[in-house]
């Protein structure tokens, strides 16, 4: 994950961060040095638990690099937008009429990427940007220059489970289509009209197995050159004006 965090962002300590999370600040990821102990840390242990948290452990060195000030074992990073309930934004869209567009990132982990995608996802009409909780990049100030302000406006939701949140989509009625080389199917030979949710993969893995398992549709852009593959925020933007395209012939 690319860290690209100011200082601005950062939360360092345990009792500043335990008061941010009593006072309902929104955290991106915390990240705790490896084999960290003592009673303080397990009092915010306990909290990381109770509220579903995301965290990763990491050594000291990782910590190190965020800053020089004494972070105690542990640094939080602080969004820069506040999430919101997938299900109201979907529920919403569906009262208003119009069908749902909505963009999911499975483990994207650049900011830059991340604010592309999202200054798209904003220009095309997308009702909402998904993202996991964990293994996706931070919602900080580069992601929101790299959105050009989109994330601003764009409702971001975080969901813990990818999988379930798939499930919750198709049974609601919008189509799951993901983006990956790992088909035959162009984007152009396939219906992309109507509810639909768009996948794009993380920039080394692409889309996870089991979320392409899932997919109603698996689509490729053509790749007629030497190199096999786009950034992610580029082929994103390929693919959702080729639903726009759609949408409005």
């Given at each position: 994950m690319t860290n690209s965090n100011t200082e601005a962002d950062l939360l360092c300590g345990i009792r500043?961060?335990?008061?941010?999370?009593?006072?309902g600040k929104e955290l991106d990821k915390i990240y705790i040095q490896k084999n960290l102990q003592g009673a303080l840390f397990k009092e915010l242990w306990g909290v990381i638990k109770e509220h579903k948290l995301p965290y990763t452990v990491v050594p000291k060195t990782r910590l190190d690099k965020f800053t020089r000030k004494n972070h105690q074992g542990v640094i939080a990073t602080i969004s820069v937008v506040q999430s919101v309930d997938l299900k109201e934004v979907v529920q919403a869209t569906w009262e208003k009429g119009?069908?749902?567009?909505?963009?999911?990132?499975?483990?994207?982990?650049?900011?830059?990427?991340?604010?592309?995608?999202?200054?798209?996802?904003?220009?095309?009409?997308a009702h909402a940007l998904v993202t996991t909780m964990r293994n996706s990049a931070a919602f900080n100030m580069d992601a929101m220059k790299a959105s050009a302000g989109a994330l601003n406006h764009l409702p971001v939701c975080k969901e813990s489970n990818l999988n379930e949140t798939v499930t919750w989509l198709q049974m609601s009625g919008i189509r799951v289509v993901s983006c990956s080389e790992k088909t035959d199917q162009l984007s152009y030979d396939t219906d992309l009209t109507g509810?639909?949710?768009?996948?794009?993969?993380?920039?080394?893995?692409?889309?996870?197995?089991?979320?392409?398992?899932?997919s109603d549709e698996v689509v490729k852009?053509?790749?007629?050159?030497?190199?096999?593959?786009?950034?992610?925020?580029?082929?994103?933007?390929?693919?959702?004006?080729e639903i726009v395209r759609q949408r409005n012939l």
């Open positions: 500043p961060l335990l008061e941010a999370i009593e006072a119009e069908d749902p567009l909505i963009v999911i990132l499975d483990r994207v982990s650049d900011v830059r990427n991340l604010g592309a995608i999202a200054r798209t996802a904003d220009a095309v009409g509810p639909l949710a768009l996948i794009m993969g993380s920039e080394d893995k692409g889309v996870a197995p089991e979320r392409l398992k899932a852009l053509p790749m007629l050159g030497k190199v096999g593959s786009l950034n992610v925020s580029v082929a994103a933007g390929a693919v959702l004006y």
